[in-house]
């Protein structure tokens, strides 16, 4: 196997390991972290941008392997056709014609891979965009119910307050009506004993006036 296509193994076992870290059952907020770290570093931005070139001459070797294996089909045709067989030439031809299989599925795989992580990692990332959305909208719902709440306390609180005072303005009515008729007593117990009173000096000097009377007459 040549340089490039050993490039190329590599390429698509790295894929596949990827490809099982990004489908595995991790924690969210592991996966959140590395998505983000994977979105947001500068080298592995690079690094991206580095494999899509590596990608564009994979595809390329995905060409290459193709018209290989239309020419030794072609060859092969050819040979049939003859009344010659030459063994050793059949044997080349199909060991070309294996290594050209082998090369068209590394190479299809490879890329076929790649499709299948950029989709992949685009969908995750666009999951844990709407999570975090979610948990902010969570929180915020939350923070307007614990709002909310605490107006229902307050309205709560200003009921008793207000039911509190319509009892004290009650008692004070009950008290301001107690005592004007306390008032209205004293009123009344005063005009009777100044009556009591004026009736008694007036008996006082009647009885006063009889005796300078009785003593003028002796």
């Not at 990004?22 to 994977?38: D, E, G, N, Q, T």
């Not at 199909?94 to 599925?105: E, P, S």
């Not at 948990?135 to 107006?151: I, M, P, V, Y």
Request: charged share 25%; proline share 1%; glycine share 2%.
């Amino acid at each position: 196997m040549t340089i490039y296509y050993t490039l190329t193994f590599g390429i698509l076992v790295l894929e596949m390991v990827i490809f099982c870290i990004l489908v595995l059952p991790l924690p969210s907020h592991w996966r959140r972290a590395m998505l983000k770290f994977a979105s947001t570093s500068p080298a592995v931005a690079k690094a991206i941008h580095g494999l899509k070139i590596i990608f564009a001459f994979i595809f390329m070797l995905f060409i290459d392997a193709i018209n290989r294996l239309q020419r030794i089909d072609s060859s092969e045709a050819d040979s049939d056709r003859s009344m010659h067989h030459d063994y050793s030439y059949e044997a080349n031809n199909k060991a070309k014609k294996f290594y050209a299989q082998r090369n068209l599925y590394l190479t299809g795989f490879t890329l076929f891979l790649s499709l299948i992580l950029e989709r992949t990692s685009t969908l995750l990332i666009q999951v844990l965009k709407r999570e975090e959305e979610l948990d902010d909208l969570k929180k915020q719902t939350q923070s307007t119910t614990d709002g909310q709440q605490q107006l229902i306390n307050k309205e709560d609180n200003y009921k008793n307050e207000i039911a509190s005072l319509k009892d004290e303005l009650k008692q004070l009515k009950q008290q301001e009506r107690d005592f004007e008729t306390l008032k209205k007593q004293v009123a009344q117990q005063s005009a009777e004993y100044n009556r009591l009173a004026d009736e008694r000096n007036a008996l006082e000097n009647a009885a006063s006036g009889q005796k300078a009377e009785d003593r003028k007459n002796i």
